[in-house]
T-cell receptor
């Protein structure tokens, strides 16, 4: 079955540091890949996504590239801010209905990020 | 559009009692999902509906769990004879089935504590 493995946290950084959170996956076929973020007291929010190999998803300064050869989707940000402190989840979804929509999500265990001023 | 709404936000119940949670999806979304998240873990898929039809159930969904979406709008998740192992955050998400777009939108969840 499908599975997602994220680097273990917590990750603690100083403001303006470079961030990488590793994510690798196991899936049949060509899944779509996602990063979700959960800020304290809030629900899960989609941060970015990529639907095919070599696609780069980006949002709010975060980026991740769909690497089929290494089955990876690592999250990066060049300069983190205190407001980026949150839990980050990597996830995948099979494409269904001939690739026209997403199916259920399989999540990694989450990585806690804390950014200090 | 107020997003996905879940009620209650918190529920404390005694072991053996039944509980029911409600989810109101984004109004035009025809697909609705339930997930369960335990402390320190990512959400795990429980079940999903397309309109009123329940199309898939996880093996995590034991016989004590039942979900409905009677008119293809809101959904309820009931847990009968709760056990301490049922303590978790129960998340609801909704999406459109006919295009990829932004994928699923999540509610803030219902935190269940079984004492």
């Amino acid at each position: 079955g499908n599975s997602v493995t994220q680097m273990e946290g917590p990750v603690t950084l100083s403001e303006e540091a470079f961030l990488t959170i590793n994510c690798t996956y196991t899936a049949t076929g060509y899944p779509s890949l996602f990063w979700y973020v959960q800020y304290p007291g809030e629900g899960l929010q989609l941060l970015l996504k990529a639907t095919k190999a070599d696609d780069k998803g980006s949002n709010k300064g975060f980026e991740a590239t769909y690497r089929k050869e290494t089955t990876s989707f690592h999250l990066e940000k060049g300069s983190v801010q205190v407001s980026d402190s949150a839990v980050y989840f990597c996830a995948l979804s099979d494409k269904i209905y001939r690739g026209t929509s997403y199916g259920k999500l399989t999540f990694g265990q989450g990585t806690i990020l804390t950014v200090h001023p | 559009d107020t997003g996905v709404s879940q009620d209650p936000r918190h529920k404390i119940t005694k072991r053996g009692q039944n509980v029911t949670f409600r989810c109101d999806p984004i109004s035009e979304h025809n697909r609705l999902y339930w997930y369960r998240q335990t402390l320190g873990q990512g959400p795990e898929f429980l079940t999903y509906f397309q309109n009123e039809a329940q199309l898939e159930k996880s093996r995590l969904l034991s016989d004590r769990f039942s979900a409905e979406r009677p008119k293809g709008s809101f959904s309820t998740l009931e847990i009968q004879r709760t056990e301490q192992g049922d303590s978790a955050m129960y998340l609801c998400a909704s999406s459109l089935s006919f295009r990829q777009g932004p994928g699923a939108f999540f509610g803030q969840g219902t935190r269940l504590t079984v004492v």
